[in-house]
């Protein structure tokens, strides 16, 4: 049977990547997939790929940083069983490399766009009696990477948030569990690399690739399987945890 049949689950950034391969795999197992994206034609590709297999999704071009625009996508969605909190952006850099720009910049969308989100959504859950909440934290969550000051910032605020999200609403019934992903290749990964290893491209590939024990990135449909169990009734006596999926990173690299 299908894992989410007649589930209403929003992913945030699902346009892309990792919210891409969440929403694509959520529809297959019978989820009504809504994606809130800042980029529409992300959006309408991933919804068109679904719809082709039979699936249903609609899009909502929003920026998750704006509270206004989350509350409203949300309204106009329903009812919701499933949030995954999915959007996010990269920052290169140590604390010296990191303008106040760029920490508002990264604190924007990371930390304040899983903000509104979870405050648009968590009462609509309590009063539908209940739902099931993923966050998307990171290996920089977990241990020190170098040059992600503010990127770490941001993930650990997701690890934090989680927790508190789970505390104070289990009496609700709603589960609320944090992933931690090393390097997945997407669209994310090859940005930065592009932006901040201009012609070194192929060779930080490899590195980045190597920094898993296992010795490659993730895929992303690799992250959608574990966010499917996590988001089903599969997982109903967990929450309150992070679980890395990282190919050996936080407990092999030694
Ligand atoms: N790729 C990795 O190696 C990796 C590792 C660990 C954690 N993560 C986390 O996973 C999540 C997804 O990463 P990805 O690699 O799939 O990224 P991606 O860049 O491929 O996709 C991100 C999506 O979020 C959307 N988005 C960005 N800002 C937004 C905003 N303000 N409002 C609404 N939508 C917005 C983008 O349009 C895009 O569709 C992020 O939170 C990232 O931090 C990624």
Do not use: W
Request: net charge negative; glycine share 10%.
């Amino acid at each position: 049977m299908s894992k989410l049949n007649g589930k209403v689950a929003i992913v945030t950034g699902g346009g892309s990547g990792i919210g891409k391969a969440i929403s694509t795999l959520f529809a297959k197992e019978g989820a009504t997939v809504h994606i809130l994206d800042l980029n529409p034609a992300g959006g309408e590709e991933t919804k068109l790929s679904i719809e082709a297999e039979g699936g249903k999704c609609e899009v909502h071009t929003c920026n998750v940083s704006k509270q206004e625009e989350v509350l409203a996508a949300v309204e106009k969605i329903g009812r919701v069983d499933v949030l995954v909190n999915n959007a996010g952006i990269a920052h290169v850099g140590n604390l010296e490399g990191c303008s106040v720009e760029d920490l508002d910049r990264v604190y924007e969308v990371n930390v304040k766009g899983a903000y509104n989100a979870l405050f648009a959504v968590v009462p609509v859950m309590k009063a539908n009696g209940g739902g099931a909440i993923l966050n998307l934290a990171s290996i920089a969550s977990l241990v020190g990477i170098p040059d992600r000051f503010a990127y770490s910032m941001s993930k650990g605020a997701i690890y934090a948030m989680n927790l508190s999200i789970a505390k104070d609403y289990l009496k609700d019934n709603i589960r609320s569990n944090s992933i931690s992903p090393a390097r997945v290749h997407t669209p994310f990964v090859d940005g930065f690399i592009a932006k901040n290893y201009p012609g070194k491209e192929d060779e930080m590939f490899e590195k980045l690739s190597k920094t898993q024990p296992i010795g490659r990135m993730a895929e992303p449909e690799e992250i959608a399987k574990l966010a499917l169990f996590l988001c089903s009734d599969d997982a109903s006596f967990i929450t309150g945890n992070d679980y890395a999926i990282d190919g050996g990173f936080v407990k092999l690299n030694n």
